[in-house]
């Protein structure tokens, strides 16, 4: 549609500074880290709560698609605006302020995950989510699609230490859910309902975060394993010592040989290419201690080899090996994609026999990693883009992936979102009373459905998608 004629009002309320219609302004702002591009009237740069309040009135009057962003690093298209419009940019809006006594953080949506971390540490305390790509990514993103990390399993997700929003609705009111404050029962709890809604129901502007005291220890072992069953069922037993580690995170032995070459070294000296495990202890001095002592018998019972860090530098070198595979699988294939399902932890066993199967029958390289201790599992199916064949198969791949998982009772995405790659899949996941519940939500709080239009509830064909060509810096996680 031709959305012109308001953005021209919406420039001459605002200024050029606030409303870029030039090519770049609107190209950078037409995709997000799917990738996956649209053609837009223009990139706002809201200066506050004035500028946002009069982009939503206008563009809801006008019924102009509003798209909202802050780093862009979404995988599956959360970002990208479907339905071309106005794409908001609160990238700026990075205010952190922390207070130590009460060990809370007041900040704006378009501060980083890792200013937030660093900000808390600053005064002894900690936020424990923590996305891979940390350093880039938004807080108003991460409470979008409630996104995790490897601290997961033992500490919780986005939506486990949000504790008020403030922000607008798509009409341009202004809303605060809940109060900055621990306990809140007074009426619907509408924060959570924002809360991995993926931009659909509100805009957030600012959140009050629940923080944690920082660990006084960590403690870090790689232990590696002759199969990835055998990897499996050693986590199980040792999730069955009652021990939860705060990270406790998995490479198949793809994964691993992604990441031997990219280094040039075996992890383990005579033992290349076999899965492992990356777990780290946090917590009080003597809960560490005590716990080291088991996981290390756990160690010398069920690992091939293991490895302890001593100290925090040689528990850097140990991580190594994660933090380079992802990016070494670019030598498999020049397209990934990240699927990051979540299966029971009762059926590991019968997940790990299926991706072989998926490997084989597809015949694409699918390495595999992710974070043992909730579940989240990075399903990464390498293709050529440029090669048909294997883009049919990746995409054969990628459906029999979801519905496996979802036969297993396990989630087609832990912390990615729906967006657009993944909307396909969505009626696989619920029922029609469920879809149709959310669709309610969706009319009721947006009623001229102009907010992140296009996506969770439409099927999007991804693979006949526009896409750009180009490295994001995140594209390494």
């Not at 959360?78 to 007041?106: C, F, K, Q, T, Y």
């Not at 069955?240 to 075996?266: H, K, N, W």
């Not at 909730?374 to 883009?391: A, C, F, Q, S």
Request: charged share 25%.
């Amino acid at each position: 549609m031709d959305y012109s004629a308001a953005t021209k009002q919406l420039r001459a309320l605002l200024g050029p500074g606030v409303v870029r219609t030039d090519r770049i302004s609107r190209r950078d702002a037409s995709f997000d880290s799917s990738k996956i591009s649209f053609e837009i009237a223009a990139a706002v740069f809201p200066r506050g709560n004035p500028d946002l309040a009069a982009v939503l009135t206008l563009a809801n009057r006008r019924r102009v698609p509003v798209t909202v962003r802050g780093g862009g690093t979404s995988l599956t298209g959360s970002a990208s605006p479907a339905r071309g419009g106005w794409v908001v940019d609160l990238h700026g809006w990075d205010r952190v302020r922390v207070d130590g006594r009460s060990g809370l953080a007041r900040v704006q949506a378009g501060a980083t995950v890792a200013r937030i971390q660093a900000a808390a540490a600053a005064k002894g305390w900690f936020y424990p989510p923590d996305p891979s790509s940390r350093k880039y990514c938004t807080i108003g993103g991460n409470i979008a699609c409630n996104a995790g990390g490897m601290h997961g399993g033992k500490y919780g997700v986005t939506r486990d230490f949000v504790l008020a929003l403030k922000g607008f609705l798509p009409t341009g009111e202004f809303v605060e859910w809940g109060t900055p404050t621990k306990k809140f029962s007074a009426g619907f709890n509408l924060r959570d309902l924002w809360i991995g809604s993926e931009g659909m129901l509100g805009v957030v502007t600012e959140a009050t975060l629940r923080l944690i005291p920082m660990p006084e220890a960590r403690w870090t072992l790689l232990a590696s394993f002759r199969t990835e069953p055998e990897a499996y069922r050693a986590v199980l037993a040792l999730f069955g010592l009652r021990i939860q580690p705060a990270i406790c995170e998995f490479l198949d032995r793809y994964s691993v040989d992604c990441a031997e070459r990219a280094t040039g070294r075996a992890v383990f000296k005579g033992q290349a290419g076999r899965p492992v495990v990356l777990l780290e202890l946090a917590g009080g001095r003597a809960e560490v201690l005590g716990q080291r002592r088991v996981l290390l018998g756990w160690a010398r019972r069920h690992a091939l080899a293991h490895r302890a860090a001593r100290g925090r530098a040689e528990a850097e070198r140990l991580w190594e090996v994660r933090r380079s595979c992802s990016a070494a699988m670019f030598k498999l294939g020049d397209s990934k994609l990240n699927e990051d399902v979540v299966v029971p932890m009762g059926k590991y066993l019968r997940f790990a026999r299926f991706l072989e199967s998926l490997r084989r029958e597809s015949g694409l390289p699918i390495p595999t990693f992710g974070h043992l201790g909730d579940g989240n599992l990075h399903v990464n199916i390498m293709y050529h883009r440029d090669r048909p064949g294997e883009r049919r198969a990746a995409e054969r791949a990628v459906r029999s992936l979801m519905r496996t998982v979802v036969g297993l009772g396990g989630a087609i995405s832990g912390e990615h979102g729906i967006g657009l790659a993944k909307s396909p899949f969505l009626r696989l996941q619920h029922p029609p009373a469920a879809v149709r519940a959310m669709r309610a939500v969706k009319k009721a709080l947006d009623p001229r459905g102009i907010l992140n239009p296009g996506k969770m509830f439409e099927v999007f064909r991804v693979w006949e998608s526009r896409r750009v060509d180009v490295r994001l810096p995140w594209d390494h996680a």
